[in-house]
């Protein structure tokens, strides 16, 4: 390319070897450049854009020495350039050796950059790989949005060459906005019916009433701690309650701990030092001071009734003079009447009663009804056969029978009879008292007692007993 360049320009200038002219500027180191033409700058200019691509070149020619092309395209001679041409051959062969330099310094150039149109702001120019890329981008000046009910926008793709200000509004709170409904984010609290005053609202606290803004007025009064004495303590009306009031309570305080007679916080007092109940002496489940000492009652409640068992007087059921019958057996405890007036009662088996009385129902006349049994007599006697002794010549006899109920007994005897019950004798004298005489006698047997009868005599004598019904 060198030698190429050099021989090419150095035949379009038609520069050819001839006889060395004298030099008219010796001193100056070179001989100048022969001008041949009129024409020769333009010829010269034109071989270079032509070499290089259409990278201009300017060279002036002058009629003092110049041999080099610096960086800046301006010939400089040889005075000031540094070179040490001594010839137009030397002189051209500096030149492109610059002119080299600078196409490849070009063609690095043209490789750089890689911006597109669309990324460059509208207006502005750049050389991109050897193009020219001219911008598209839009710029957008300095606005002010106010907020509406529908959306502004901004449309993507713009350069912001000034600030976009959204304004704001210093009345955009709470209290402003109706109750209920939300405007950017700020939910209102503006009502036309409240009523509240400052003295109503806790103080150092805030609320808005109908759009205003009140202080609250009402005092706290943290949590305090009173233990009762003999002067009243008292909280006085108006304040908050920011901590639990606490008026002391004492286990003590307590009936039993309390003189008798005396009252204290309306504790009516029941110590005294004389009494002398015990366990047995307390109801179960009842508690009572005895002497300042706690005693728990063990006593049974046995309610309004209990049953028992029959008994008889210790005479007997029904005879002598402290005869009488008994209800026996009933447990140890607490019988009450809680306002009933046939309470506390004793009760007993009603067939065990009726049993013990020998109350049964042929015993009673018919229509009539005793302890719940209806009766069925009709007004004839009825009589069992018992046994019979005697009644033969020469006899000496005895018998027995059991009673199974109680039963009452006539003996017809005619002769020297003995009655017993139970072994024990009937009659004042315990012998039937009529000798070779007749008559009748007639006693009570219980249930499970026997009756005897013996005696002896000749024919035509004896008893025969019958239990009537």
């Known amino acids: 390319m060198y030698n190429f360049a050099k021989i090419l320009l150095t035949r379009r200038l038609g520069l050819a070897k001839k006889k060395k002219k004298k030099c008219y500027n010796q001193g100056r180191g070179v001989c100048p450049l022969v001008d041949y033409g009129g024409n020769m700058k333009k010829r010269v200019i034109s071989i270079i854009r032509n070499i290089f691509d259409g990278v201009m070149i300017f060279v002036l020619f002058i009629t003092t020495t110049v041999y080099a092309l610096p960086s800046n395209g301006v010939i400089y001679d040889n005075s000031n350039s540094g070179s040490s041409a001594t010839n137009v051959s030397e002189a051209i062969d500096d030149l492109y050796s610059k002119l080299t330099t600078k196409d490849n310094e070009i063609n690095r150039l043209k490789g750089l950059g890689n911006v597109a149109s669309n990324q460059m702001l509208k207006g502005y120019t750049a050389l991109v790989k050897g193009n020219l890329v001219t911008g598209t981008i839009p710029s957008k000046g300095a606005t002010t949005y106010t907020p509406g009910t529908t959306n502004q926008t901004i449309a993507s793709g713009n350069?912001?060459?000034?600030?976009?200000?959204?304004?704001?509004?210093?009345?955009?709170?709470?209290?402003?906005?109706?109750?209920?409904?939300?405007?950017?984010?700020?939910?209102?609290?503006?009502?036309?019916?409240?009523?509240?005053?400052?003295?109503?609202?806790?103080?150092?606290?805030t609320a808005y009433v109908n759009g205003a803004k009140i202080t609250g007025s009402i005092p706290s009064k943290g949590a305090t701690t009173y233990t009762p004495g003999k002067t009243n303590q008292t909280i006085a009306s108006g304040n908050y309650l920011s901590g639990t009031q606490t008026i002391k309570g004492d286990a003590n305080l307590v009936a039993g701990n309390i003189a008798k007679g005396k009252s204290i916080f309306g504790i009516t007092g029941s110590y005294t030092s004389d009494a002398n109940a015990v366990a047995g002496n307390i109801l179960s489940g009842k508690t009572a001071y005895v002497n300042g000492a706690k005693i728990s009652g063990t006593m049974i409640d046995r309610g309004l009734a209990q049953s028992g068992?029959?008994?008889?007087?210790?005479?007997?059921?029904?005879?002598?003079?402290?005869?009488?019958?008994?209800?026996?057996?009933?447990?140890?405890?607490?019988?009450?009447?809680?306002?009933?007036?046939?309470?506390?009662?004793?009760?007993?088996?009603?067939?065990?009663?009726?049993?013990?009385?020998?109350?049964?129902?042929?015993?009673?006349?018919?229509?009539?009804?005793?302890?719940?049994?209806?009766?069925?007599?009709?007004?004839?006697?009825?009589?069992?056969?018992?046994?019979?002794i005697g009644y033969s010549s020469n006899w000496n006899d005895s018998k027995t029978w059991k009673a199974s109920e109680k039963s009452v007994i006539i003996v017809i005897a005619y002769c020297n009879i003995s009655v017993k019950v139970n072994n024990v004798a009937k009659g004042s004298s315990g012998t039937w008292a009529h000798q070779n005489a007749g008559g009748i006698f007639y006693f009570t047997m219980n249930a499970g007692e026997t009756l005897s009868i013996s005696g002896s005599g000749s024919g035509g004598q004896g008893a025969i007993a019958y239990r009537i019904a």
Do not use: M
Request: aromatic share 10%.
């Open 159 to 205: 350069y912001l060459s000034g600030v976009q200000t959204i304004k704001g509004d210093a009345n955009l709170v709470a209290g402003n906005i109706a109750k209920g409904k939300n405007i950017f984010g700020v939910t209102g609290s503006y009502t036309s019916d409240a009523n509240a005053a400052a003295g109503n609202i806790l103080s150092g606290k």
């Open 309 to 388: 068992n029959w008994g008889c007087g210790s005479a007997g059921c029904g005879t002598g003079n402290d005869a009488y019958y008994a209800i026996n057996g009933l447990p140890e405890g607490w019988y009450h009447s809680d306002g009933n007036s046939w309470a506390p009662e004793a009760r007993i088996n009603a067939n065990t009663l009726r049993s013990q009385l020998g109350v049964s129902a042929n015993k009673i006349a018919k229509g009539q009804s005793i302890a719940g049994v209806a009766g069925t007599y009709t007004g004839q006697t009825q009589f069992t056969y018992l046994t019979t």
